[in-house]
């Protein structure tokens, strides 16, 4: 479903800069409109955020020596899956 615009709703985005916040009166959650190209971009942001966020607490780990060497890693996912020893 694809709600749409009143010309209120319009007019107020245009004037607070592309941005509506708006109150569902029965539950008093704040819900924001906002245009669909500046939701993606924050979005994309965010994820590339987190990204970031992953590799440097991955090199944390190397670094602060909390890691599994290659060997046992292999073997758990061998035994895991029922593949043969890398020894066959």
Known sequence: ??????????????????????????????????????????????????VQQAIQAGIDDLEAGRVVPFAEVDARLRRKLGLPTADS
Do not use: C, F, P, W
Not at 20 to 32: A, C, F, P
Not at 33 to 43: F, K, T, Y
């Open 1 to 50: 479903m694809r709600a749409r615009l009143t010309a209120e709703q319009r007019s107020a985005i245009r004037r607070q800069g592309g941005i509506l916040e708006l109150e569902d009166e029965e539950t008093n959650r704040l819900y924001v409109i906002v245009d669909s190209e500046l939701h993606h971009r924050a979005m994309k942001a965010l994820e590339e955020r987190d």
